[in-house]
């Protein structure tokens, strides 16, 4: 079943700051419950590898940490919420949280979404953001709203997006 999702995405300023990187692991983990699930897996490219596999979220802080120890930069890290026996991680999350040198993006079922949980997402957000702006959207998961996040096309090219509103980082 192809179902809808609700985005929340921020550009971002490429950060060198290491440490927030570690504080993404922990508020993605923090969204995650928030929305009513705890993270089950997580994926990280950075200067070195470039596989960015999706793997279990028990070993997270230590992959990460020895990344960082090695003197490399993250380029982006992932956190998925997803169910037992899932076929496609690109298909069948329940929450994808994203951080990237470019965004940050939040995207959930939009069977999951409320106002309330969108406010506490905004906030915790806003820690990555630099006063960047950004929107919420909706789209369906076979639309690939990562790929919106990531600005990989242009508007026209998603058949599903609808804007819901933009967002100014004050």
């Not at 609700?6 to 995650?32: R, V």
């Not at 997270?60 to 020895?66: E, H, M, P, S, Y």
């Not at 915790?124 to 630099?130: A, E, F, G, V």
Request: hydrophobic share 35%; glycine share 4%.
């Amino acid at each position: 079943m192809d179902s809808k999702t609700i985005s929340i995405t921020f550009n971002t300023k490429d950060e060198s700051d290491n440490s927030l990187w570690k504080d993404w692991l922990y508020d993605a983990h923090q969204i995650s419950e928030i929305i009513g699930y705890k993270a089950t897996h997580f994926g990280f490219t950075t200067t070195k590898s470039k596989s960015g596999k999706i793997k279990e979220i028990k070993n997270a802080k230590k992959q990460i940490d020895k990344a960082l120890e090695d003197g490399q930069k993250i380029k982006h890290l992932s956190i998925i919420v997803l169910p037992p026996n899932f076929e496609s991680a690109s298909f069948d999350y329940n929450v994808m949280l994203v951080r990237s040198l470019e965004y940050v993006t939040v995207i959930i079922n939009a069977k999951d979404y409320t106002e309330e949980k969108e406010k506490k997402i905004i906030n915790i957000l806003k820690k990555y953001t630099q006063g960047c702006s950004g929107e919420m959207f909706e789209m369906l998961k076979s639309d690939f709203p990562l790929s919106y996040s990531a600005k990989a096309n242009k508007a026209e090219f998603y058949k599903t997006l609808r804007i819901i509103r933009k967002i100014e980082n004050d």
